[in-house]
């Protein structure tokens, strides 16, 4: 099913004065079904040599966009891979947020529709079907799918063949749909090798143009 992420609120920056809370990432809820797990292992390989108190530091240039209701429940609308990764080295670590909404509910099918209206939802699982239903969304980091498109954005963008766009809810998820409609070669989270050439040359594609991010004019596709 081709994905539809339209309307969407930006998600709003933490300022020099925003309010910073530090919080244990395992009480953290997502707001997505599943994360690239290239992703999460490259992160998961920066953060294995460092001490707590330096991912600490690192994180709180980082800071979590978070919904919280009424009963201290909270949500997390962003950082997914990266707070996957730690949590999997760390299961007692903790990160550093700050508060973009704060409801005064504390049913969570409220505040799950809350989300959905802002556009900070992503209800696709790791096979690109969906859209599922919103209660249906995993509790925890842990359990979140792997979707192999999510991981090969993932790499493109970290060569540079995709800008990044941070106020965009699920700017990688929108790539990795685009490209599930195009054809590529079998390949994994594990193995994105085969899909990588072909892939390349599709994002920077005329094609592309309309995505968020396209590079296609720039030196990083010529």
Same mark, same amino acid.
């Given at each position: 099913?081709?994905?539809?992420?339209?309307?969407? $609120?930006?998600?709003?920056?933490?300022?020099?004065?925003?309010?910073?809370?530090?919080? +244990?990432?395992?009480?953290?809820?997502?707001?997505?079904? @599943? /994360?690239?797990?290239?992703? /999460?292992?490259?992160?998961?390989?920066?953060?294995?040599?460092?001490?707590? $108190?330096?991912?600490?530091? %690192?994180?709180?240039?980082?800071?979590?966009?978070?919904? =919280?209701?009424?009963?201290?429940?909270?949500?997390?609308?962003?950082?997914?891979?990266?707070?996957?990764?730690?949590?999997?080295?760390? +299961?007692?670590?903790?990160?550093?947020?700050?508060?973009?909404?704060?409801?005064? @509910?504390?049913?969570?099918?409220? /505040?799950?529709?809350?989300?959905?209206?802002?556009?900070?939802? %992503?209800?696709?699982?790791?096979?690109?079907?969906?859209?599922? $239903?919103?209660?249906?969304? +995993?509790?925890?980091?842990?359990?979140?799918?792997?979707? +192999?498109? =999510?991981?090969?954005?993932?790499?493109?963008?970290?060569?540079?063949?995709?800008?990044?766009?941070?106020?965009?809810? %699920?700017?990688?998820?929108?790539?990795?749909?685009?490209?599930?409609?195009?054809?590529?070669?079998?390949?994994?989270?594990?193995?994105?090798?085969?899909?990588?050439?072909?892939? =390349?040359?599709?994002?920077?594609? $005329?094609?592309?143009?309309?995505?968020?991010?396209?590079?296609?004019?720039?030196?990083? @596709?010529?």
């Amino acid at each position: 099913m081709a994905l539809d992420l339209s309307g969407y $609120q930006p998600i709003p920056e933490a300022g020099r004065k925003t309010e910073l809370i530090e919080i +244990p990432i395992a009480s953290l809820q997502p707001t997505q079904w @599943c /994360v690239g797990l290239a992703e /999460v292992w490259a992160r998961q390989e920066d953060f294995a040599s460092e001490t707590r $108190q330096q991912r600490l530091d %690192y994180l709180k240039g980082k800071p979590v966009p978070l919904v =919280r209701n009424a009963a201290g429940e909270v949500w997390m609308v962003d950082r997914h891979h990266r707070l996957r990764g730690l949590l999997g080295l760390d +299961p007692q670590s903790t990160t550093w947020g700050y508060v973009i909404a704060e409801l005064h @509910c504390s049913d969570r099918s409220e /505040v799950l529709r809350f989300l959905e209206q802002q556009g900070w939802l %992503y209800l696709i699982d790791g096979r690109g079907a969906g859209p599922r $239903q919103p209660m249906e969304l +995993p509790r925890t980091l842990l359990d979140l799918e792997d979707d +192999p498109y =999510r991981s090969l954005v993932w790499k493109l963008k970290k060569e540079g063949f995709i800008k990044p766009q941070p106020q965009i809810p %699920y700017h990688e998820f929108r790539w990795g749909a685009w490209l599930r409609r195009r054809p590529l070669p079998p390949f994994s989270s594990r193995q994105l090798q085969p899909a990588l050439a072909p892939a =390349r040359r599709l994002v920077c594609s $005329q094609a592309a143009s309309t995505m968020a991010g396209w590079k296609g004019d720039k030196k990083a @596709c010529r």
